[in-house]
């Protein structure tokens, strides 16, 4: 597949466009050093100069990756100051940080170290002197609201990221580091018991019972990698809230979610069901049972123990996985707890969602 580049390495190459354009020239493409040390061309898609200042954009290309921001124009406004520094800002579309624990000072532009080592290069290559640039993305602010940027706490447009300068397709990793900041958000604001939700019916469930947005962190599928990650940034306890057809698995030791990975929710149920002493005709009726909201609301009708049962031995398996406290909370879609393991009333969040 196709790599691409990092909104980063395209804000550098417009910030060196910009700085050509400064001096004279009208550059068609550019040509940037990665961190790598690799080096690549971009084309320039906009150029315009006037009062002493210049602006260039480059239209981001990320490859075959599935990324929100391919195709978006990632800009520069460049214009010569006096003293030596480079000086580089967020205008429109590039966000806010209003959050400790990403690294990035409150109050400053989500331009994170890597690019904006990788501007002052580019324009250290053409300019000398004092330069102020200005990073943006057009329609940068709507496009954040659709990413984890309000989670955490990066407000009105998209972050300025990137290590490599190359975005890797389908690169899970780069997923994983941005579910891995909420943690560190997390932890910084002071909560060292956190709620993992895989999803936002969890989320929106624990927030409206009165846990801080802030104490919540989103893990999609990655429970089991999230729950490792929550013990090692120095998390005391973890409770994991969400929908049943999503913990239900994690009793039989399936802590990556997706259902290209593991799926026994079926027989995990019908397992539990037999050992609580559920006859024949219940184990039928679980097996016809098309959805786990379905399985779900049999149960609580006729054997409700059997969830409590599940829940009980999610919690054991991602305790032993995390080597930290974890409690359960599984919900329905209403939605409503519909069953927890035995520790979790003895949790403060725990307290708050039963």
């Given at each position: ?210 846990v801080p947005e802030d104490a919540v962190v989103q ?73 786990v909201e379905e399985a779900v609301e049999l149960l609580?009708?006729s054997r409700e123990e059997v969830l409590y049962s ?45």
């Amino acid at each position: 597949m196709r790599y691409g580049y990092t909104t980063g390495a395209c804000a550098a190459a417009a910030a060196k466009a910009a700085c050509l354009a400064l001096r004279g020239e009208r550059p068609e493409e550019v040509r940037i050093t990665l961190p790598a040390g690799k080096s690549v061309s971009m084309r320039v898609a906009e150029l315009r100069v006037g009062r002493g200042r210049a602006k260039a954009c480059v239209l981001k290309d990320a490859g075959d990756d599935p990324d929100i921001t391919h195709g978006v124009a990632v800009c520069a406004e460049v214009r010569a100051a006096e003293g030596e520094e480079v000086v580089i800002r967020g205008g429109e579309g590039v966000g806010v940080v209003t959050k400790r624990g990403l690294g990035i000072p409150v109050g400053e532009s989500a331009i994170t170290e890597v690019p904006r080592r990788m501007i002052v290069q580019a324009v250290r290559e053409v300019l000398q002197g004092g330069a102020e640039v200005v990073i943006s993305i057009p329609g940068g602010e709507e496009l954040a609201s659709r990413t984890l940027n309000p989670k955490l706490g990066i407000t009105g447009g998209l972050s300025v990221l990137g290590t490599t300068g190359i975005v890797v397709p389908w690169s899970e990793s780069a997923l994983l580091r941005s579910l891995e900041k909420q943690v560190d958000v997390a932890l910084a604001s002071g909560f060292k018991e956190l709620v993992l939700a895989p999803g936002r019916l969890g989320e929106r469930y624990a927030v409206s019972r009165g846990v801080p947005e802030d104490a919540v962190v989103q893990c999609g599928n990655y429970i089991g990698y999230m729950l490792e990650r929550c013990a090692r940034a120095g998390a005391t306890a973890v409770l994991v809230c969400g929908h049943a057809g999503k913990l239900v698995k994690l009793a039989s030791g399936i802590f990556c979610t997706h259902s290209r990975v593991a799926d026994a929710r079926a027989e995990t149920l019908a397992a539990h069901a037999a050992w609580a002493g559920a006859d024949a005709t219940l184990l039928q009726e679980l097996r016809r049972c098309t959805t786990v909201e379905e399985a779900v609301e049999l149960l609580r009708r006729s054997r409700e123990e059997v969830l409590y049962s599940v829940a009980e031995a999610a919690a054991r398996r991602c305790t032993e996985l995390a080597g930290i406290g974890v409690s359960v909370v599984m919900l329905n879609r209403k939605p409503e707890a519909v069953a927890w393991d035995s520790r979790a009333g003895e949790m403060k969040w725990g307290r708050c969602l039963l």
